[in-house]
């Protein structure tokens, strides 16, 4: 399900409540632990952080028009998505979440290459997201980014 918003207070209003606390509390954790340089907007109908033009003036290599992206959150029909460029760019990343996740969650991890889906939010593991959201700076994100996607 995709939203229609240009603001994050946008897609929020528009979201079924019982789906509102659990993004509005993924969003907390993303803005309390997100290293800075990262900006907040709406993008491919979901909330997400970027690499800002002002840091990053290529841009996405699919539209140089658009900021560089980095993590977006949505809610989808059946599951909540944490959608994290880091763990699909870095296998390190990957395995060490992947590690990590039955540490934090009894459920079994749902993941795609860079997709987590949540089908019940008492299982989203705000700490451990938190933990990786800290691992990747902007400038350690393009490196990254350059090294193993762009082409």
Known sequence: MQYKASTTQEYIDQLPEERKEVIQKLLK?????IPEGFE???GYGMI????PHSLYPAGYHCDPGLPLPFLNIASQKHF??????GIYADKE????????YPKHCKTKLDMGKSCVRFKK???IPYE???ELLT???????IALYEKNIKR
Do not use: Q
Not at 29 to 33: A, F, G
């Open 121 to 123: 939010p008492d299982d």
């Open 29 to 33: 954790t993303i803005r309390d632990n």
């Open 135 to 141: 691992k990747l700076t902007p400038g350690e994100w």
């Open 80 to 85: 909540v998505a944490l959608y994290h460029s």
């Open 48 to 51: 997400g952080f970027v690499v």
């Open 40 to 42: 907040e907007t709406i």
């Open 93 to 100: 990343m990957h395995d060490w979440f992947v590690g990590e």
């Open 128 to 130: 451990l997201i938190a």
